[in-house]
């Protein structure tokens, strides 16, 4: 069988990533970015959808009777709607180790410019204000190590655990959160709000599963102390933007660094980017993007495509 794959977002990779073109019959054709509306024209008569964060919804689905396999060219299966995939016997897969390292250091590297407040220290440096000290340093906000410090992580995955090697190497002690509305906690785990209550530094590696929408909500701000640190360089809208906004103006926890947003590119703005909030940093969705991490997700994505057409599937999510 000649299959015909269309990459709807090609864009989404940079065009020095080196994207080798699959091992068996077929027909290539792609696209720099594709909206919803444009959907079934474009994946008229395709047997392969290859996707990254566009919208997949039920509808599209339906209209497409060719489509055999919708490949995620990123882990975040949160666009495709798995069910109306179930029903019509698409398969569904998606890339899981190329970013493992990349977000892990990018977490840290948050971890660390929060605790020791880096772009207040940088900032200040720039508009001169060391040029004028009466010491030989800039005093200015507390300074805080990680060494000694209790990390707890939500989300116990690939990218979980690397962030936790790495932190257990400056000498966090980390804590492994059960999930929010569990009953029982499973051995290795604490109950999630004495993770919230126990953290320095609370870091967010889950999926935007069912139930984890504001998985981090004002209640949750108001349980973390006063000096805690919040990251998230998962999912937007695990965290609630209004409720951290404020706790960050209000104190209620020390700070946060967050790496995505309920909607990007934040087109219509986001209020995490008004100048005004205290103690955050923000960077645009960019904790995945290492040069390495970008071609092995290449690698990894030829690879899923391949073990498909073999009838050997890897990384099925339905």
Same mark, same amino acid.
Request: hydrophobic fraction near 45%; glycine fraction near 6%.
């Given at each position: 069988?000649?299959?015909?794959?269309?990459?709807?977002?090609?864009?989404?990779?940079?065009?020095?990533?080196?994207?080798?073109?699959?091992?068996?019959?077929?027909?290539?054709?792609?696209?720099?970015?594709?909206?919803?509306?444009? /959907?079934?024209?474009?994946?008229?008569?395709?047997?392969?959808?290859?996707?990254?964060?566009?919208?997949?919804?039920?509808?599209?689905?339906?209209?497409? &009777?060719?489509?055999?396999?919708?490949?995620?060219?990123?882990?975040?299966?949160?666009?495709?709607?798995?069910?109306?995939?179930?029903?019509?016997?698409? /398969?569904?897969?998606?890339?899981?180790?190329?970013?493992?390292?990349?977000? +892990?250091?990018?977490?840290?590297?948050?971890?660390?410019?929060?605790?020791?407040?880096?772009?207040?220290?940088?900032?200040?440096?720039?508009?001169?204000?060391?040029?004028?000290?009466?010491? !030989?340093?800039?005093?200015?906000?507390?300074?805080?190590?990680?060494?000694?410090?209790?990390?707890?992580?939500?989300?116990?995955?690939?990218?979980?655990?690397?962030?936790?090697?790495?932190?257990?190497? !400056?000498?966090?002690?980390?804590?492994?959160?059960?999930?929010?509305?569990?009953?029982?906690?499973?051995?290795?785990?604490?109950? !999630?709000?004495?993770?919230?209550?126990?953290?320095?530094? !609370?870091?967010?590696?889950?999926? /935007?599963?069912?139930?984890?929408?504001?998985?981090?909500?004002?209640?949750?701000?108001?349980?973390?102390?006063?000096?805690?640190?919040?990251?998230?360089?998962?999912?937007?809208?695990?965290?609630?933007?209004?409720?951290? +906004?404020?706790?960050?103006?209000?104190?209620?926890?020390?700070?946060?660094?967050?790496?995505?947003?309920?909607?990007?590119? &934040?087109?219509?703005?986001?209020?995490?980017?008004?100048?005004?909030?205290?103690?955050?940093?923000?960077? &645009?969705?960019?904790?995945?993007?290492?040069?390495?991490?970008?071609?092995?997700?290449?690698?990894?994505?030829?690879?899923?495509?391949?073990?498909?057409?073999?009838?050997?599937?890897?990384?099925?999510?339905?």
């Amino acid at each position: 069988m000649r299959h015909r794959i269309v990459y709807l977002q090609r864009a989404t990779l940079d065009p020095s990533v080196r994207l080798r073109r699959p091992a068996f019959d077929h027909d290539w054709v792609e696209y720099p970015d594709t909206s919803t509306e444009q /959907m079934r024209e474009r994946l008229a008569g395709a047997s392969i959808a290859i996707s990254n964060k566009v919208r997949l919804p039920r509808e599209v689905i339906e209209a497409l &009777p060719d489509l055999r396999l919708i490949a995620i060219a990123a882990t975040g299966s949160d666009s495709i709607d798995l069910e109306a995939c179930r029903e019509r016997g698409v /398969m569904v897969t998606n890339v899981r180790e190329y970013s493992h390292h990349s977000v +892990a250091e990018h977490t840290l590297m948050l971890m660390l410019a929060a605790s020791r407040h880096l772009k207040n220290y940088m900032t200040r440096t720039a508009q001169g204000e060391w040029n004028g000290a009466k010491t !030989f340093y800039l005093p200015g906000p507390d300074i805080a190590d990680l060494h000694g410090r209790t990390l707890a992580v939500a989300g116990r995955g690939g990218l979980g655990g690397e962030v936790a090697r790495l932190c257990a190497a !400056f000498g966090m002690r980390v804590l492994w959160a059960e999930r929010k509305q569990a009953t029982t906690v499973r051995p290795g785990y604490v109950p !999630f709000a004495a993770a919230l209550a126990e953290a320095d530094v !609370f870091t967010l590696h889950c999926p /935007m599963a069912p139930g984890n929408l504001h998985l981090i909500g004002e209640a949750e701000l108001r349980t973390m102390k006063r000096k805690a640190i919040l990251i998230n360089t998962s999912r937007g809208r695990l965290v609630d933007e209004a409720a951290l +906004a404020r706790a960050l103006r209000e104190g209620w926890i020390g700070a946060a660094a967050v790496d995505v947003l309920s909607e990007e590119p &934040p087109a219509q703005g986001n209020l995490l980017l008004d100048p005004d909030i205290p103690n955050l940093l923000v960077t &645009p969705h960019v904790a995945w993007a290492s040069s390495a991490a970008k071609q092995a997700l290449a690698d990894e994505l030829t690879a899923c495509l391949e073990a498909w057409a073999r009838g050997e599937p890897i990384n099925r999510l339905v």
